[in-house]
């Protein structure tokens, strides 16, 4: 390359560098609002005053709210199902898998800046039936990684479920999580994990493990 024209390769990657960072920012705004107001109760107005950006600005980015929020279960999804992949390749001892697995979903619930994932439960009914159809693309290949989990779980003898229903219920207890759980009571998210894996896998009550001060009211996490 050329003296001349190594600068304007250097422009070139700079802009990128600023659209991908002004894209990432419109999709965790996005997240939020979508998540704390729904996502018809979330304007474009109110993305746009979130990122500090002119109404008209994102466009450049999506052409429609709805491609925001197709974009927003997307991005949960992928980051999602790269964790939980991330922890299957480490081929670990099925009880220990699953309890990395459901530690990871829980954070992906409820962890600091971590709207993406609740957005696609309390939102899908909101997608158009083609944007529905290329997110359900992703929600299986996460719902398999944890289908195949639980089966090497049952085959070790620590799970009993031998249905999908019983996988369906899994979820369902996690995910409703989300909705109950305060951050300001009595349980921090691995005290809570800590009590779900115990619970799933029906092994004998311990004390939980206090996680919040000791002169602090003893409030329920719910």
């Known amino acids: 390359m050329s003296a001349a024209a190594r600068p304007k390769v250097l422009r070139k990657r700079k802009a990128a560098d600023v659209d991908s960072s002004r894209r990432q ?22 993305i746009a005053q979130a990122t500090g950006m002119q109404s008209g600005s994102w466009v450049y980015h999506f052409a429609t ?27 670990l001892p099925p009880r220990q898998q699953f309890d990395q697995l459901v530690r990871t979903h829980l954070d992906t619930l409820l962890g600091a800046g971590q709207d993406f ?9 909101s997608l158009e039936p083609p944007a529905r159809r290329r997110v359900a693309v992703l929600l299986k290949r996460y719902e398999a990684v944890w289908e195949r989990a639980l089966a090497q779980l049952r085959t070790a003898g620590d799970w009993s479920g031998t249905t999908r229903i019983d996988a369906l219920l899994l979820f369902g207890a996690l995910n409703w999580i ?18 779900c894996i115990r619970f799933f896998l029906r092994t004998p009550s311990v004390p939980v493990r206090k996680s919040r001060s000791s002169g602090r009211s003893r409030r329920a996490s719910s």
């Open 25 to 46: 920012q419109l999709l965790r705004a996005s997240a939020r609002l979508f998540r704390e107001k729904g996502y018809d109760g979330t304007s474009v107005r109110d």
């Open 65 to 91: 709210k709805h491609g925001m929020l197709e974009a927003v279960m997307k991005e949960g999804l992928v980051d999602a199902l790269a964790r939980i992949e991330a922890i299957t390749a480490l081929e």
């Open 117 to 125: 994932i609740p957005v696609v439960l309390y939102e899908w009914r």
């Open 178 to 195: 989300a909705r109950w759980y305060d951050p300001r009571g009595a349980l921090d998210v691995e005290a809570l994990a800590d009590e």
